[in-house]
């Protein structure tokens, strides 16, 4: 799976707290977090009017 992900672009992470410490890593403490359930199935985007 690992490589399957790095293949993808995407970054492995073993574990939701390792996920977390990555992401804070990149975006500082007081970052949100946006949960997206079935999330494979759901195109995030932006828009504006």
């Given at each position: 799976?690992?490589?399957?992900?790095?293949?993808?672009?995407?970054?492995?992470?073993?574990s939701l707290e390792d996920a977390l410490a990555m992401a804070r890593a990149v975006k500082g403490e007081r970052a949100s977090i946006t949960?997206?359930?079935n999330g494979i199935s759901v195109i995030v985007g932006t828009t504006s009017i």
């Open positions: 799976m690992e490589r399957t992900l790095r293949d993808m672009k995407l970054q492995y992470a073993p949960v997206i359930p």
